[in-house]
Nanobody, 126 residues
Framework: QVQLVESGGGLVQAGGSLRLSCAASGRTFSNYPMGWFRQAPGEEREVVAAINWSGGSTYYADSVKGRFTISRDNAKNTVYLQMTSLKPEDTGVYYC???????????????????WGQGTQVTVSS
């Protein structure tokens, strides 16, 4: 079992930056693909970014490409989401997730992920 705990959310003005962290425990973190998802009120959960276990391959949703960066430090069992040039439409609860399978690719569909954190709120004011 993998336990995931997000941190780093908060309130920021449009144009600002935040860095989210996701600390993993319980299993060999470095074996697993990871992803960041977000969910706005009344909306479905959507993928923001994903990364393979080695960190060498990443995916970004079109809406965040060029503004967000996903990375991981396997020695620290942590995955990050650096968010810059934030917009009000980036507001939502951000979730960290893991695919518990030893496969060095990334995944972009929520149903493929089988471990989730509790989420951290990001609010971007205009």
């Amino acid at each position: 079992q993998v336990q995931l705990v997000e941190s780093g959310g908060g309130l920021v003005q449009a144009g600002g930056s935040l860095r989210l962290s996701c600390a993993a425990s319980g299993r060999t973190f470095s074996n697993y693909p990871m992803g960041w998802f977000r969910q706005a009120p009344g909306e479905e959960r959507e993928v923001v970014a994903a990364i393979n276990w080695s960190g060498g391959s990443t995916y970004y949703a079109d809406s965040v490409k060029g503004r967000f960066t996903i990375s991981r430090d396997n020695a620290k069992n942590t995955v990050y989401l650096q968010m810059t040039s934030l917009k009000p439409e980036d507001t939502g609860v951000y979730y960290c997730a893991a695919v518990i399978v030893r496969n060095n690719i990334y995944y972009i569909r929520a149903h493929e992920y089988n471990a989730w954190g509790q989420g951290t709120q990001v609010t971007v004011s205009s």
